[in-house]
């Protein structure tokens, strides 16, 4: 009879998480769980929660509309601290891209504060690493396809590719999660973009700008085959959050209410 009881409850309570909880628009959820990352002291596990994240980039378009709601992002009006020179270099004005770029083409050039802040104008935030990471070595149709020779050749097809941040938002199909253009479109901020270890005793060490290609950076490295993983986080680690890219963007995560 008891058992009974606490079934329905739980139950209702479920019925209940489902109504309160309901998926963004333009965001798909990702079931958290524990992996290995490619830097792990120990080979140490990260444990990844529950989360939702944006299903394309931010393209162009959709960051016009942002420094037209918030013009201290324009270029003109942005910070040299926030921003270098190539912040925007590619639009003819503070709200206007050139002719030449498309307004679906994932949005580049901007710092990893204007990045920040979009996110969290929009009520969401960058991903950390460990999130964009662990939803980034989904393929198709598996959820850790990180052991599959085709999946890594093909990122690493991409690096070789020229001009790929011209092109459009999801002309690259969806992965297990939903999600496009992880690979083969540009390279994406992250939130901790420059806490990886490099070479002290902790995972989370930060500001250090060696190269992660270095001796004692693949010492570190849990999987030495994994050259498309090696190459984004030597990126990362060159990075300033100053800086502007033609082939760095960003897209959004939001964090999954916890009810109970």
């Known amino acids: 009879m008891i058992k009974s009881q606490a079934f329905r409850i739980l139950f209702v309570l479920l019925v209940f998480q489902t109504m309160l ?14 992996y290995l990352p490619l830097y792990g002291r120990d080979s140490t596990v990260v444990a990844v929660k529950d989360f939702e994240m944006d299903v394309y980039p931010v393209t162009n378009s959709q960051f016009e509309d942002f420094v037209k ?23 003819k004005s503070d709200t206007e891209l050139k002719d030449s770029e498309k307004p679906n083409s994932p949005v580049t050039y901007v710092s990893w504060f204007a990045a920040k802040d979009y996110c969290e104008c929009q009520g969401k935030r960058l991903p950390t690493i460990d999130e964009w990471e662990y939803v980034a070595m989904a393929d198709k149709t598996t959820k850790d396809a990180r052991s599959k020779p085709e ?20 002309l690259h199909p969806e992965n297990f999660w939903g999600v496009h253009d992880l690979h083969g479109l540009v390279w994406e ?12 005793e902790s995972r989370k060490d930060v500001d250090k700008d060696n190269n992660l290609f270095c001796g004692s950076a693949a010492v570190n490295a ?22 502007s890219m033609k082939n760095l963007g960003f897209r959004c995560v939001k964090d999954i209410p916890n009810e109970f």
């Open 21 to 34: 909880y309901a998926q963004s628009e333009g965001m798909v959820s990702i079931k958290g769980s524990r």
């Open 189 to 200: 901020w992250t939130l901790d973009f420059n806490s990886v270890l490099i070479s002290g």
């Open 151 to 170: 999946y890594n050749a093909e990122i690493l097809a991409w690096y070789e590719a020229p001009r790929t941040n011209e092109n459009t938002i999801g």
């Open 222 to 243: 849990t999987d030495l085959m994994n050259y498309a993983a090696f190459m984004r986080y030597a990126i990362r680690g060159s990075l300033k959050a100053k800086y």
């Open 69 to 91: 709601k918030y013009p201290k992002w324009q270029k003109s009006n942005v910070i040299s601290l926030f921003a270098d020179k190539g912040y925007l270099v590619n639009w």
